[in-house]
């Protein structure tokens, strides 16, 4: 698709709705509406037990990594400049940029999944902080697990627009197209969770030996058909990522759509920097 009738498509406002914005776009932000008030909730109730603590509660500086969490949320501050880029270039009829972006945020979005599900563990097996450990744990739990399941499901999402990016203008509908755009969602999530296993697997080794030849070589060992089927995943990918079959059935005109995904995943960045204040910053605050 070319950007040559660019402005022929207002991408702001809809004169067919009696509100002017279009109706995914009003779905969008009254689910968003209704996720603020849910999160709102889950952070309130955290911060009450907080400023009010229980007996028994772990101390929260002493089981925090903040260097970790630091570096997720950078990660995932990146990813929205990188949704944004991908809004901004769908908008000119910028196909192939747009595909970039979008697994460029797919990647950052893995990352910060990969930290939280390596500091979950950290938490439960070091520093013995569970769901049923404490008040403060469960809190802890309920509110960064439901964050990190939101972040779960717009990396989804990412993935099938991206795939979606990729149907072609003629023959729409077909069986062999439906097929390969299964095949193609197939083999993208068996990759980011040969991925992320891979990654995990490293950090676990790299942290019992240190940074030593032979926490390489255990985890080489341990891991070799999961690094062939990583990139063989990888190789898939390139093939069906390539623009053999024509023109596309995406384009300007669906914009909107990578619009309403891009509020869903600035919501969700959002919402993680209210959380980082007031979950982690918020301990190395004296509170007397």
């Known amino acids: 698709m070319s950007s040559a009738h660019a402005g022929a498509i207002d991408h702001h406002h809809d004169p067919s709705t009696s509100t002017g914005i279009p109706n995914k776009k009003l779905l969008m932000w009254a689910f968003l509406a209704s996720d603020c008030m849910f999160f709102g909730s889950l952070i309130a109730t955290h911060l009450v037990y907080r400023l009010n603590p229980i007996e028994g509660n772990a101390n929260a500086v002493e089981v925090f990594n903040l260097e970790l969490t630091s570096f997720s949320t950078f990660i995932l501050l990146m990813s929205s400049l990188m949704m944004a880029l991908s809004v901004a270039a769908i908008q000119k009829g910028q196909i192939k940029p747009m595909r970039r972006c979008l697994l460029t945020t797919i990647f950052f979005g893995l990352i910060f999944l990969g930290c939280q ?66 095949a193609h969602v197939a083999i993208l999530l068996i990759a980011t969770v040969l991925s992320m296993y891979l990654t995990l697997d490293l950090v676990h080794e790299v942290q019992k030996l240190g940074y030593t030849g032979a926490a390489l070589g255990t985890f080489l060992g341990h891991n070799v058909a999961a690094l062939i089927g990583t990139l063989g995943s990888f190789g898939a990918l390139i093939a069906l990522g390539r623009d053999t079959n024509g023109p596309v059935a995406f384009g300007e005109a669906n914009a909107i759509d990578v619009e309403s995904m891009g509020l869903y995943w600035h919501f969700v960045d959002i919402v993680w920097i209210v959380i980082f204040t007031a979950v982690y910053l918020v301990e190395y605050v004296p509170l007397h």
């Open 117 to 182: 599900v390596y500091e979950f563990a950290h938490f439960v097996h070091e520093k013995d902080l569970t769901l049923s450990s404490s008040v403060f744990g469960s809190t802890f739990y309920v509110l960064t697990g439901t964050h990190g399941t939101h972040v779960a499901i717009g990396v989804f999402w990412l993935m099938l627009m991206y795939v979606r990016s990729f149907h072609p203008a003629a023959g729409v509908g077909s069986a062999a197209i439906a097929l390969r755009s299964f």
